[in-house]
């Protein structure tokens, strides 16, 4: 028995059969205006989790409008002609699902969990605010200080992030990428209403996101829901990336912010950090 046990064992273990990886179970479809479907099928939940992906981020923008990719992820909340503002988020919470967006300095992605059934819903609203986004003056001007108290408390107030920004700024002086991806924030106090709208025009197309989502139904059941959707817009961008020489760093810089008022208990120190292990923050 104990020469036949390991046999059978690995007998066993043999016939099971082998897991798939999720990125060989992608199915990917490009539909006739250019907007690129992933779909990526997992049944162990009836949840739809459906993403558009935007390939544009803080890379994209010009000296003076830094910043216009995150706010303009702000106003896609903001309404169409057919749904007022907040709604798009308010429609997903009654049914059960929750959404959020980022931006990054290559991409901004918008997404929304929710019950496989309410797919479609999702679908039209995603298409609505591709197509249709109001970018209403009164509401831009709003948002607009909601983006600057979101700077000053991420960045301004926090020595971390201040650091972080100051760090990219010098180690990518000659590209993009030393732009915060918030903006400036004389940028964020001066971008108008009219370089917004250019930017969503620009940018926010079919064949310049690509769409992701994970989902327990079969591809067949939301082909013509994501093809009726999505088919109006057609494609306007040509797909190219520019690129860009590279950039070498031939000095330092050193930032100096004022300094921050601190009290503490006198503590051992930590020789490998040069900071007490303990300290209270007024």
Same mark, same amino acid.
């Given at each position: 028995?104990?020469?036949?046990?390991?046999?059978?064992?690995?007998?066993?273990?043999?016939?099971?059969?082998?897991?798939?990886?999720?990125?060989?179970?992608?199915? @990917?479809?490009?539909?006739?205006?250019?907007?690129?479907?992933?779909?990526?099928?997992?049944?162990? +939940?009836?949840?739809?989790?459906?993403?558009?992906?935007?390939?544009?981020?803080?890379?994209?923008?010009?000296?003076?409008?830094?910043? =216009?990719?995150? &706010?303009?992820?702000?106003?896609?909340?903001?309404?169409?002609?057919?749904?007022?503002?907040?709604? &798009?988020?308010?429609?997903?919470?009654?049914?059960?699902?929750?959404?959020?967006? &980022?931006?990054?300095?290559?991409?901004?992605?918008? &997404?929304?969990? =929710?019950?496989?059934?309410?797919? $479609?819903?999702? =679908?039209?609203?995603?298409?609505?605010?591709?197509?249709?986004?109001?970018?209403?003056?009164?509401?831009?001007? +709003?948002?607009?200080?909601?983006?600057?108290?979101?700077?000053?408390?991420?960045?301004? $107030?926090?020595?971390?992030?201040?650091?972080?920004?100051?760090?990219? +700024?010098?180690?990518?002086? @000659?590209?993009?990428?030393?732009?915060?991806?918030?903006?400036?924030?004389?940028?964020?106090?001066? =971008?108008?209403? @009219?370089?917004?709208?250019?930017?969503?025009?620009?940018?926010?197309?079919?064949?310049?996101?690509?769409?992701?989502?994970?989902?327990?139904?079969?591809?067949?059941?939301?082909?013509?829901?994501?093809?009726?959707?999505?088919?109006?817009?057609?494609?306007?961008?040509?797909?190219?990336?520019?690129?860009?020489?590279?950039?070498?760093?031939?000095?330092?810089?050193?930032?100096?912010?004022?300094?921050?008022?601190?009290?503490?208990?006198?503590?051992?120190?930590?020789?490998?950090?040069?900071?007490?292990?303990?300290? @209270?923050?007024?």
């Amino acid at each position: 028995m104990r020469t036949v046990l390991p046999i059978l064992l690995l007998a066993v273990v043999l016939l099971m059969p082998r897991e798939v990886p999720a990125a060989e179970r992608v199915v @990917a479809a490009t539909l006739d205006n250019g907007l690129r479907v992933l779909l990526l099928e997992d049944h162990r +939940s009836p949840i739809v989790s459906f993403q558009v992906w935007y390939r544009v981020g803080s890379r994209d923008e010009q000296r003076g409008a830094t910043g =216009i990719a995150h &706010f303009l992820e702000h106003m896609m909340f903001k309404g169409t002609p057919t749904r007022g503002p907040k709604q &798009f988020a308010r429609l997903v919470e009654e049914n059960g699902g929750q959404d959020n967006a &980022f931006t990054s300095q290559d991409v901004t992605s918008y &997404f929304v969990d =929710i019950a496989a059934d309410k797919l $479609d819903l999702v =679908i039209e609203l995603e298409a609505d605010r591709m197509q249709n986004l109001l970018l209403d003056p009164k509401e831009i001007a +709003s948002e607009r200080e909601v983006v600057i108290e979101e700077r000053r408390t991420r960045t301004e $107030d926090d020595p971390g992030g201040f650091l972080g920004e100051e760090v990219n +700024s010098i180690a990518f002086k @000659a590209h993009p990428y030393g732009y915060p991806i918030i903006g400036w924030m004389e940028d964020i106090k001066r =971008i108008t209403p @009219a370089e917004i709208r250019a930017f969503y025009k620009t940018y926010y197309v079919p064949n310049n996101p690509p769409e992701l989502r994970t989902h327990p139904a079969r591809q067949d059941a939301t082909a013509g829901a994501r093809r009726r959707a999505a088919s109006e817009r057609r494609a306007t961008r040509d797909g190219q990336e520019g690129g860009r020489a590279p950039h070498r760093l031939s000095r330092l810089a050193r930032a100096e912010p004022a300094l921050e008022r601190r009290s503490g208990p006198r503590g051992p120190v930590d020789d490998s950090l040069g900071r007490p292990r303990v300290t @209270a923050l007024s």
